[in-house]
């Protein structure tokens, strides 16, 4: 496995914004949850650039799937966010109840999630397209001394590059253009002809069906992950993960491939899988 990754050596759990059907998802609250969990996982999270420049955790574009605001993260100062609850549109039960509401949650800046858990293993996710966020976060994870426990990746082709170009400590997942060449060159034998940048695959089971998992024989959509997906990442030292991941049967068939990591909104349900497994 790369010496430049640090979940190379064994299994890594990770928890996709924290733990995100416990709390509001991507908040310190969240994080902290996870955390308690499981000690050494990984927090899968997201950031975004304020109107005026600053680096906030936080999943959608727009405030109110979350929040009790309204409009494009980017359309607002830190000032106005930080005044949000993140709670508010929060729920368990398709919108019977919001039981987060009132209850204090806010989004937190990047670098208040980074000094929360100075000891956490983190994956962020850049959703800005622009450089600008891009070198905002580097910027951030360099202020605080983190790159050693840090991966970042991004959808924005643009994006990862410019991450790795500029900054070439950075340990930096596949990008969706990378990962789907990586899947095109191994079925024709030739992922071995390509120096790859990237430090480790992060990718769904299934993608184009509505689900990230395998659900039964109806799952609709195509199969990203197989064994065969497995051992050539193994052969060319690439870790992989595999998003998102909440039921226990597939968990611990993904497990049994030989996956590297897995990472579930359910991290308590990870937990007892692996409780079941014997993985330390």
Known sequence: MSRRIFFSAGFTPGAHRGASHQYPENTLEAFRRAREILPGCLIETDVRQTGDGRIVVIHDELLNPTTNGTGPVRGVTLAQIQRLDAGFGVTFDGGGNYPFRGRGYRIPLLSEALDAFPDAKFSIDIKDRDLDAAARVISIIQEKRAAGRIIVG?????????????????????????????????????????????DALLVPEFIGGGTYEYEGRDTRGVRIITTGLIDEAHRRGIPILAWTINRPDNMRRLIEWGINGVITDHIELLKEVMIAMNIK
């Open 154 to 198: 991004s959808f924005h082709e643009r994006v990862i590059r410019f991450v790795r170009k500029r900054y070439h400590d950075a340990v930096t997942s596949f990008s969706k253009y990378d990962a789907l060449r990586f899947l095109a060159l191994r079925k024709c034998g030739c992922a071995g002809m390509i120096r790859w940048r990237g």
